[in-house]
């Protein structure tokens, strides 16, 4: 509201709500989870590439495409996941990383449906979420949402089976729960809220390219949940807020700020080895045991 209804600001603020929905969607698997994916993006771009093919090719307008993306998300976590929990460690690892580098192939190469290295242009928001600031205020409705739900989940039954599967997967199968199944099921939520926030990245640009689906991403995923804090839930929001921010600011004053990008990323976890949110949180703590000895 101060920066008013035209203003970059509320570009910035978008992306940060985009990508602090799509960082949280990896924490949910990550952290309650144990499950370490390098392939998070499949479904982030999977969304995208679905709210874009419902308006290109179906005509739907972007409250139908809104709803449809996600979806594809869902139906590639379906399948993907359906062999990703069948193992653990570092092999789960390499496997998404496998299905991503798939998924990536197959946008890149089918230029008939995707566009290939073209990617799809001209998907705009329908014409009352154009003016002024009302596709912010959109995204801010459907991220705070979406981060709400996943709360509501990690809270939920499926969240502490979760992380009980995570602590000892021997033990939850011993006293009766399905690991496979639980595993499975939240691979799935994660991505359909992935693939909202890959929705909402398409409208947000009006184009949507390959490379939403690269591995690029997924790291980029990855840094703003260990950049937060992994053990906390506010860590997603904060490491994406933080991320995006300085990728803005540094990419728009130096050509090397790849660079740059990443000696500041290093120097945050030299002093923040808990992360921006989980050393708040520690420090918060801190100070309140002294407070009460005082």
Avoid at 68 to 80: D, F, I, K, T
Avoid at 124 to 146: D, K, M
Avoid at 197 to 217: C, H, I, N, Y
Avoid at 255 to 274: E, K, N, S, T
Wanted: with cysteine.
């Amino acid at each position: 509201l101060a920066a008013g209804q035209d203003s970059y600001a509320t570009v910035l603020l978008t992306d940060m709500l985009i990508a602090a929905l799509f960082a949280a969607s990896l924490h949910c698997i990550l952290g309650p989870g144990g499950l370490h994916s390098f392939g998070h993006a499949a479904y982030f771009g999977l969304g995208a590439y679905g709210a874009a093919l419902a308006v290109r090719a179906l005509d739907l307008p972007m409250e139908a495409a809104l709803l449809l993306g996600p979806l594809a998300a869902v139906a590639g976590a379906l399948l993907y996941g359906w062999f990703c929990v069948r193992l653990s460690g570092v092999y789960l690892t390499m496997l998404t990383l496998a299905f991503a580098q798939i998924t990536w192939a197959i946008v890149f190469q089918w230029d008939a449906v995707t566009g290939g290295s073209n990617g799809l242009t001209g998907v705009w928001p329908s014409a009352w979420a154009e003016q002024g600031a009302a596709f912010y205020w959109l995204a801010l409705a459907v991220c705070a949402a979406g981060l709400y739900l996943l709360r509501r989940l990690l809270f939920a039954p499926l969240g502490y089976a979760l992380r009980a599967a995570r602590d000892s997967a021997v033990r939850a199968d011993a006293i009766g729960l399905d690991v496979r199944r639980i595993q499975w099921t939240a691979l799935v939520v994660a991505a359909g809220f992935a693939g909202v926030a890959g929705a909402l990245f398409v409208f947000s640009k009006g184009s949507v390219a390959p490379d939403s689906l690269g591995v690029t991403r997924s790291v980029d995923a990855l840094v703003m949940v260990l950049l937060g804090g992994i053990q906390t839930l506010a860590g997603p929001v904060v490491g994406s807020a933080a991320f995006t921010w300085l990728h803005d600011t540094v990419a728009r004053n130096t050509d090397y700020w790849r660079a740059l990008m990443g000696a500041i990323m290093l120097l945050l976890v030299l002093l923040f080895p808990q992360g921006l949110a989980g050393s708040a949180q520690w420090l918060g703590r801190r100070l309140a045991r002294r407070g009460g000895g005082e």
